[in-house]
């Protein structure tokens, strides 16, 4: 099965600065790559996700890249905020054209100081 | 519009005792996942449904825990018996097939002693 590993555990940057979170992946199959955020107390958030036919996809100032030969995608928050601090989850999947099984990352706890 | 919504929010229970979580998904939504997240293990799938039909349940850890899904509003996840290796957030999701995209609910917080 697939298999996502997530680094790092933990990343603490000050306010404005970016933060890169990065996963990689095993199953050759997977072709649909989510981004969660979690507050303390809440259910995981999509924020964004990525197919494998695009390289790159933007949100404001949250962006995910994704290197399918190298099998990795990462995460980009440019000019963080406080309430960018959250607990971040990649995942990954296979679209058969249907909802795609997810397999999650270990997760990211980013904190933002002021 | 209301999200996926989850009952209770917060359960505690003793050893042995049977416990149901319940789940609504989002208003058509053709799928519906149940997770179970742990500072050890992560976030888990447990067992998901599309048009209220099991599909994979090889991920639901032992027999002592079962889903039902009678209809398409509404979705249960069982333990009978309880024990405190249980004790989780359990969350479920529900996506619109064609869609790879799933929408968790607030997930309830089971604490077994």
């Known amino acids: 099965g697939e298999n996502v590993e997530q680094h790092p555990s933990t990343l603490s940057v000050q306010e404005g600065d970016s933060a890169v979170i990065k996963c990689t992946y095993s199953?050759?199959?997977?072709?649909?790559f989510p981004w969660y955020k979690q507050e303390l107390g809440k259910g995981p958030q999509l924020i964004i996700d990525i197919r494998s036919n695009v390289g790159e996809k933007k949100d404001q100032r949250i962006a995910v890249t994704l290197n399918k030969t190298a099998k990795h995608f990462s995460l980009h928050i440019t000019e963080t905020q406080p309430e960018d601090s959250a607990v971040y989850f990649c995942a990954a999947g296979g679209n058969t054209g249907t909802a795609s099984k997810l397999t999650f990352g270990t997760g990211t706890r980013l904190q933002v100081t002021l | 519009d209301a999200g996926v919504i989850q009952s209770p929010r917060h359960e505690v229970t003793e050893m042995g005792q049977e416990v149901t979580l319940r789940c609504k998904p989002i208003?058509?939504?053709?799928?519906l996942f149940w997770y179970r997240q742990t500072m050890m293990r992560g976030l888990e799938l447990l067992i998901y449904f599309n048009n209220n039909v099991p599909i994979d349940d090889s991920g639901m850890p032992e027999d002592r825990f079962s889903a039902k899904m009678p209809n398409a509003s509404f979705s249960t996840l069982k333990i009978q018996p309880s024990e405190p290796r249980d004790s989780a957030v359990y969350f479920c999701?529900?996506?619109?097939?064609?869609?790879?995209?799933?929408?968790f609910g607030p997930g309830t917080r089971l604490t077994v002693t």
């Open positions: 999701a529900s996506s619109l097939g064609g869609s790879d995209e799933q929408y």
């Open positions: 199953d050759s199959a997977s072709n649909y």
């Open positions: 208003s058509g939504h053709d799928y």
